[in-house]
């Protein structure tokens, strides 16, 4: 399995990040990573090249992306929320799946993906609405036709804790690692050789370990 992992994080050590590397612990398969801050990639500028045939005229790390997501089984996406929004250099990157709208909703041609399942991480603090941020995800993702796409959960306490130490966001983040790890038998839902996050507590604060755990049979997430 191949999932594309999408940073929408600036911060190397922040929450973001920090989520990320548990889940680059967990996910079966190989991975590709994209960081929204430091990628060569130019935000699309609606020249309208890929309305008329596929492609971009900027030659940068997108070009990566595309040949990338011609095989990819899963996307992960993760980012803060800022001004209850997914960061600004993430939808810059987003706005270049714009060859992937215009086939689909001008010249009518099939997109030649098949991506079965996506997972969109969030984390914040303070104000605002994290759903936002979310729907906005959730078109993105929808964009490419992925097939399942996991609900809405968020750490909206980082101003207060990271968001490794919130316990009922740390659960349902490991559901939905586990989403991800997991495919479809003709009889049963199946998780291959899934990761499991064990939390311990170190002078007061909770950090997450990864582990390996055996081949289970597993219930597929209610969606």
């Known amino acids: 399995m191949k999932t594309l992992i999408l940073n929408g994080s600036p911060r ?15 996910l079966q398969g190989t991975y590709h990573v994209v960081s929204a801050y430091t ?22 790390e997108m070009e990566t992306v595309y040949t990338y997501l011609k095989d990819c089984d899963r996307i992960l996406l993760a980012s803060p929320i800022y001004f209850s929004e997914l960061t600004g250099s993430l939808l810059n990157v987003a706005s270049r799946l714009q060859p992937y709208f215009y086939a689909r909703y001008f010249r009518k041609e099939p997109i030649p993906l098949h991506i079965q399942k996506a997972v969109t991480v969030l984390v914040g603090g303070g104000t605002g609405s994290p759903e936002r941020a979310y729907h906005t995800a959730t078109e993105i993702l929808r964009l490419l036709q992925i097939k399942e796409i996991y609900p809405f959960f ?29 495919y479809q038998t003709a009889d049963a839902p199946y998780s291959f050789g899934a990761s499991a996050v064990f939390f311990v507590s170190v002078s007061g604060s909770w950090y997450g370990i990864a582990g390996m755990v055996i081949v289970m049979r597993v219930p597929l997430p209610k969606l």
């Open 12 to 26: 190397k050590n922040g929450d973001t990040a920090q989520l990320l590397e548990l889940a680059k612990a967990q």
């Open 154 to 182: 968020c750490s909206h306490h980082t101003d207060q804790i990271p968001a490794t130490a919130d316990l009922d966001f740390m659960q349902t983040f490991q559901k939905a690692m586990l989403f991800l790890n997991t």
């Open 39 to 60: 990628a060569d990639i130019h935000p699309c500028i609606d020249c309208r090249h890929c309305q008329k045939q596929f492609g971009c005229i900027f030659a940068d």
